[in-house]
């Protein structure tokens, strides 16, 4: 599966941004696709992710800001981003893995889009 994530950039505290998405499977079946970010000096977090079957989890710190959007049809997953504040400031990173019938999935990565929020 590969991964290309678009619609980071620079905003002020309170605005919105959009991130988009979308998956190049070759065949495989996606099972949980989502996001998650990263802060400077700071490990990989949860934003938000949804499985195949409908069930959506947030972090903690984006509850009630942030709404994730996927179209399992096109392999694409949105996430729309309001309120921000300036600790949502990190990388981006789209994440997805196969559904397999047994066993750890095979999880990928695209490769970031930076998100800035300024105070």
């Known amino acids: 599966v590969q991964l290309l994530e678009s619609g980071g950039g620079l905003v002020q505290a309170g605005g919105s941004l959009r991130l988009s998405c979308v998956g190049s499977?070759?065949?495989?079946?996606?099972?949980?696709m989502g996001w998650y970010r990263q802060a400077q000096g700071q490990e990989r977090e949860l934003v938000a992710e949804?499985?195949?079957?409908?069930?959506?989890t947030y972090g903690d710190a984006v509850k009630g800001r942030f709404t994730i959007f996927r179209d399992k049809a096109k392999n694409t997953v949105d996430l729309l981003m309001n309120f921000l504040k300036p600790e949502d400031t990190g990388v981006y990173y789209c994440?997805?893995?196969?559904?397999?019938?047994?066993?750890?999935?095979?999880?990928?990565w695209g490769q970031g889009t930076q998100v800035t929020v300024s105070s």
């Open positions: 949804t499985l195949r079957g409908g069930t959506i």
């Open positions: 499977t070759r065949g495989m079946r996606i099972n949980t």
């Open positions: 994440y997805a893995d196969e559904q397999v019938p047994d066993g750890i999935p095979p999880g990928y």
